[in-house]
C-alpha cells in the first residue's frame, strides 16, 4: 500500500477482509503509510520486500482508502500509477495496468477510460505495459478502443483482452460490500471487469500463458 491516500493500513476494510480469508499472503506499507507486516520506505523497496521476503509470485500496489482529485489533469493522487509501473518494470517484474473504466459516472471527463488513467498511460508511465481490458457491448467497447487509438496507446502498450462474467457474481456474494464512490457492482459493472481482466492478465504472466493481445495501431 503506497501513502497516495489514507496512511494507516488499518483502514482499509479490503485488506483486513482479504487476510482473514487467506487471499492475501502480506502487506506491505511504503512511504508514510504504515502498519503493513512489512514497512518500506519507497515504491522500490517495497516491492523488493513483497518479493524478496514475503516471497510474493504476484504483487498488488494501491494507494489506501480515499483519493485526492482537483478534477485538473495533473491534480490527483491516482497519478502515482504511472511511477509504480515505471518501477515495477525497473526492477525486472513485468507490471499490469488496472485501467479505470466507466459508464456509470455522470462526468464526461470519466466515461469510458477515465482521463486520469489516460494521462498516466500517456504522459507518466515510460515502460511498455501490459494493458487489460474487459470484454464489453459492442457501443461501449467502440468507444474504449477509440480513446486509446486517439491517444495512440496501441504503440506503446501490449493490449489484451479478458472476459471474466462470473467476477461480477462472485464479488456481489463474497460477503464484502464492495463499492467505487458509492456504486455497488452491479451499478459500476464495467469498473469491476476492469479489474477482473486485470486480474486474469497477471495469472496468464504467472502462469506463462500467452495473453489475448489485440493491436489496433
Not at 471474466?164 to 460490500?177: A, F, M, S, V
Request: contains cysteine.
Amino acid at each position: 500500500m503506497t501513502d497516495g491516500a489514507a496512511l494507516p493500513i488499518s483502514f482499509s476494510q479490503n485488506v483486513d477482509w482479504l487476510k482473514r480469508q487467506g487471499i492475501l499472503a502480506a502487506a506491505v506499507t511504503c512511504g508514510h503509510a504504515f502498519g503493513g507486516d512489512l514497512e518500506a520506505v519507497n515504491i522500490y523497496s517495497g516491492l523488493l520486500a513483497a518479493r524478496k521476503v514475503a516471497g510474493a509470485d504476484v504483487i498488488i500496489v494501491s494507494m489506501g482508502p480515499g483519493i485526492v482529485g482537483t478534477g485538473t489533469r495533473w491534480g490527483f493522487t491516482g497519478i502515482e500509477q504511472g511511477e509504480i509501473l515505471n518501477a515495477a518494470d525497473t526492477l525486472g517484474g513485468k507490471p499490469v495496468v488496472v485501467p479505470r473504466i466507466s459508464f456509470a459516472d455522470p462526468r464526461p471527463r470519466h466515461r469510458g477510460i477515465s482521463h486520469h488513467t489516460l494521462t498516466v498511460l500517456s504522459r507518466v508511465c515510460r515502460t511498455k505495459a501490459v494493458l487489460p481490458l474487459p470484454e464489453l457491448e459492442e457501443n461501449k467497447m467502440s468507444m474504449v478502443l477509440g480513446q486509446l487509438l486517439n491517444d495512440r496507446l496501441f504503440e506503446r502498450y501490449d493490449v489484451c483482452l479478458e472476459n471474466t462474467p462470473e467476477l461480477l457474481k462472485r464479488l456481489e456474494t463474497c460477503g464484502l460490500r464492495i463499492t467505487t464512490m458509492g456504486r455497488n457492482v452491479e451499478e459500476e459493472k464495467e469498473f469491476f471487469l476492469s479489474l477482473g481482466a486485470a486480474a486474469q492478465a497477471a495469472y496468464r504472466l504467472f502462469k506463462g500463458e500467452n495473453l489475448r493481445k489485440i493491436n489496433l495501431a
